[in-house]
């Protein structure tokens, strides 16, 4: 091999001792991993994985679910057969190749190396499958090669804390057709770039390789650096902590997308300073945004110093973006803004089982609304807390929280404790009944933190809120020796107890966190200068027809989902059923919502599977409706209106000076945290 190049990204700031003195307890201990990408057209990277054994007949494991993501997704169904050899000590008369094995399967994500005795090094051999585009897992093909080490690198059993060496192996081929200054690696672990030529046997040319160099502490920071190879745009900006520190970051953009970056560098500045104003400092000396810019794929997925991040390109900012974002514009800055804040809420302060957590086994926890729900809370607010938007801006984004909630019956059925502890076989394992027996904690989690924020200002006479309980939990973790903190129910308790009586917490969270009570938005928001406007014209009677979900399919409508105690689940109408007669006439949107107000019984045709069958459906009366309106609130109507909020400034409804001036005192105290 000839190096033709060697360009180090960072300096390398990994514990791994590279004294002279220690190569004999390194040769013992640390564990090296090849990932070759030569076959990325397939889909397929082939991982070579070295370690001595420190114990007989060794096994190798990997995670079946990521950290922030909770559902097992048994990566290990992508890896085919793994084998492996003994490598032995050469000797002058031999030059024997050593023996392969092939691995034993022990259970769905375990291997075992029978023929391996502690004290030998082994070579381990195998390929994965990689084609996913979520930000879960790895996704290989000739324009990216995307990674989470949880899908890729199996782990020694019991030397998980072993010092850990990674080699990404990128052939020239993968450079074709790219603008090869635009290839880059983003990963938030320190990188070393090789170019080299290895000669091929029986070819007389040069194979041209390119090797991105990785070392991690251990295993477990291993998994916490996803990484990237692509034609990536890329910026950098600083960012200074209370102490004139400076927290350098950098966002690699990848996928066909026109974005105008000179804006996004100025919003996400914006966004990422007022975190730090806030917090005081971060959890770390560097931060990595890694994006992906696709059709219609969202998401994004939180690590110790980086965010991977998948958008629809439509909402990254235009090269003409308005002072005031776009609606989708301000989507992917609040999806940057909701995976920062985890570096400091969940990366930082954790549920208690997500500190020394087996990735094998589920964690159950009560409290993902705590560390979900704040986040998606907070991460709007900051928003207009930064000065990207406006407060008219932020009250439409919190009304579309409040009316995603109203518009989930299951909020009567499941708390959002609940919620937390059932994510591993309900949250992502969503089906037509999911609206109706749960709730999710994303969604009723941001809301429970509104109301927590509104009642801390309230007892404190203005002086505490949430974003202080937050504060508080990140003081403790950095006082402890990781840097880092578990937290229960109990310690909720004990910390929110120094901003409110300990009593009201209780009552709080015996009735909506772990009851499932109507939350008391209304009245909070009302009491902080907030006008609630209910669109009747906007009823979820006009888009929930029935209360069924459906679409026009060439079959006729596609039912997809029935609202429990609706006018179609009375009738028999389930989902899956296809509706292809209403009234003797073909079914289609059109005619089923004119339908709506009919107060006669209506015939219906349907299949369901194979099946035709016939259904009378007897929708309300006028009266009924009305009756309906006027006697039950807002919140506790079925289907409910959708709700708009504004400030109260201004506001001519309201009936005294005293009165206005109490309301918008209210909202300037709520909404100007970083004014206190």
Not at 116 to 127: D, L, M, N, S
Not at 241 to 259: I, M, P, R, V, W
């Amino acid at each position: 091999m000839t190096a033709f190049a060697n360009t180090t990204t960072k300096q390398p700031t990994s514990n791994v001792s590279t004294n002279h003195d220690d190569t004999k307890a390194k040769t013992i201990t640390d564990i090296s991993y090849q990932f070759d990408f030569a076959r990325f057209y397939e889909h397929l990277v082939d991982v070579s994985l070295s370690f001595t054994a420190v114990s007989d007949a060794p096994q190798l494991w990997l995670p079946a679910w990521i950290p922030g993501s909770y559902l097992m997704r048994e990566f290990a169904r992508n890896i085919t057969a793994v084998h492996y050899q003994v490598v032995e000590a050469p000797t002058a008369d031999s030059d024997k190749q050593p023996a392969t094995y092939r691995a034993q399967k022990i259970d769905k994500n375990t291997w075992q190396l029978p023929a391996v005795q502690a004290g030998q090094t082994v070579i381990v051999e195998y390929e994965v499958y990689c084609y996913d585009l979520s930000v879960r897992t790895a996704y290989v093909d000739q324009q990216r090669l995307y990674g989470n080490f949880t899908s890729l690198a199996l782990a020694v059993e019991g030397q998980e804390q072993s010092p850990v060496h990674v080699s990404l192996i990128v052939p020239e081929t993968f450079f074709a057709d790219k603008e090869s200054s635009k290839v880059l690696l983003a990963c938030g672990l320190d990188t070393t770039h090789l170019q080299i030529d290895q000669q091929q046997k029986g070819r007389q040319q040069a194979n041209r390789q390119h090797i991105y160099k990785l070392q991690a502490a251990n295993y477990h920071e291993l998994i916490d650096y996803p990484f990237e190879i692509a034609e990536q745009e890329k910026f950098d900006f600083i960012i200074h902590d209370n102490e004139h520190q400076t927290l350098h970051h950098s966002f690699y953009l990848s996928g066909k997308q026109n974005a105008n970056l000179g804006r996004l560098q100025q919003d996400i500045t914006q966004i990422c300073q007022t975190y730090v104003d806030w917090l005081g400092d971060a959890p770390f000396d560097d931060y990595t945004f890694m994006t992906f810019a696709s059709g219609q794929d969202y998401g994004g997925l939180e690590h110790i110093n980086s965010t991977s991040l998948i958008t629809p390109r439509n909402d990254l900012p235009s090269t003409n973006e308005p002072k005031l974002p776009s609606t989708d514009y301000q989507r992917f800055l609040g999806l940057c803004s909701h995976e920062y804040f985890h570096s400091w809420w969940v990366k930082t302060v954790r549920p208690d089982v997500m500190i020394d957590v087996d990735l094998r086994r589920e964690a159950f926890t009560p409290l993902l609304w705590v560390f979900e729900g704040f986040t998606s809370y907070i991460d709007d607010f900051m928003l207009q807390a930064s000065g990207v938007i406006d407060k008219a801006n932020y009250l439409r984004l919190l009304a579309e929280q409040i009316n995603r909630y109203y518009q989930t019956p299951g909020r009567g059925n499941q708390s959002v404790a609940e919620s937390s502890f059932d994510a591993w076989i309900k949250l992502y394992r969503t089906d037509e009944n999911t609206g109706n027996a749960g709730i999710s904690y994303y969604n009723k989690g941001a809301l429970v933190a509104l109301c927590l924020d509104l009642i801390l200002l309230k007892n404190s006479d203005s002086r505490y809120r949430l974003f202080d309980v937050v504060k508080a939990f990140y003081t403790q973790a950095k006082q402890n020796d990781s840097k880092r903190i578990g937290i229960s129910s109990a310690d909720m308790g004990s910390v929110i107890e120094q901003f409110m009586p300990l009593a009201e917490w209780e009552d709080f969270e015996r009735r909506y966190v772990n009851g499932v009570e109507e939350l008391p938005i209304e009245a909070l928001l009302v009491a902080n200068g907030v006008k609630i406007q209910a669109n009747t014209k906007e009823t979820a009677d006009k888009h929930v027809p029935w209360g069924m979900r459906c679409n026009e399919t060439p079959a006729g409508l596609k039912v997809n989902r029935v609202m429990r105690d609706s006018i179609a689940a009375k009738a028999g109408i389930s989902a899956h059923d296809v509706v292809i007669a209403i009234d003797g006439i073909k079914a289609d949107t059109k005619q089923l919502t004119a339908l709506v107000n009919k107060a006669h019984p209506v015939e219906c045709y349907l299949f369901r599977r194979d099946e035709l069958m016939c259904v009378q459906v007897q929708p309300e009366t006028t009266n009924k409706v009305k009756q309906r309106d006027e006697t039950t609130s807002m919140t506790g109507a079925v289907p409910p209106h959708k709700v708009s909020l504004r400030l109260a400034k201004g506001d001519k409804t309201l009936e005294n000076d005293n009165e206005q001036l109490k309301g918008e005192a209210g909202w300037e105290t709520w909404l100007n945290v970083m004014k206190r």
